[in-house]
């Protein structure tokens, strides 16, 4: 069943101002972090972020690209395309550990001011972050835009909950902060 939104425009408008919201949010958990942690703490968090943020971009090979397309046009195959997200958000998030992990073992450097728990941690999410936009995509296919606009949307909302509250009772730190997590796309 598609369910189409009254018009194109208020579709652009609701999902503009979600953007406007997340980059709003995204901000407020910045400052938090950056005010606690000063610029080495948020330093760490924001190499950490970018880290697992643009190995999930390069790793997804257009996957969610061609879940769109094929999902728009061809609604009966909607259920094929998420059963073959899951698998290939594994199986490419894998590979993409695989190579970073490998690229910080020939260059050390690589790692940058991260501790190896932590990256192991953020690079862990890598997979779900995959799942993230292979699923969102898929969902645009049906013209689910509220329902993409409402889950792009906790992401930024538990970070400035978590990272405030944290800040708050006094115990945020680079390896508590829910920042290096963020990659709401």
């Given at each position: ?11 652009t ?10 980059s ?10 950056s ?17 697992a ?7 997804s ?95 930024p ?29």
């Amino acid at each position: 069943m598609t369910t189409q939104p009254r018009s194109a425009a208020s579709a652009t408008v609701i999902t503009y101002g979600t953007n406007l919201i997340v980059s709003v949010l995204s901000l407020a958990s910045v400052l938090i972090v950056s005010r606690v942690l000063g610029p080495q703490g948020r330093g760490e968090v924001a190499f950490l972020t970018v880290m697992a943020g643009f190995t999930s971009m390069l790793a997804s090979a257009g996957i969610e690209e061609s879940n769109a397309n094929v999902g728009a046009s061809e609604p009966p195959l909607r259920p094929a395309l998420a059963t073959n997200s899951v698998v290939l958000a594994l199986l490419l998030g894998v590979l993409a550990i695989s190579v970073v992990q490998g690229l910080i073992a020939a260059f050390p450097v690589v790692a940058g001011p991260s501790t190896s728990a932590l990256r192991w941690l953020t690079l862990a999410f890598i997979p779900v972050l995959l799942l993230n936009l292979y699923l969102r995509w898929l969902v645009r296919a049906d013209y689910a835009f509220a329902v993409t606009n409402i889950a792009w949307l906790v992401t930024p909302v538990a970070n400035v909950g978590v990272n405030g509250l944290l800040a708050l009772l006094g115990l945020l730190t680079v390896g508590r902060s829910g920042s290096e997590a963020q990659m709401s796309a």
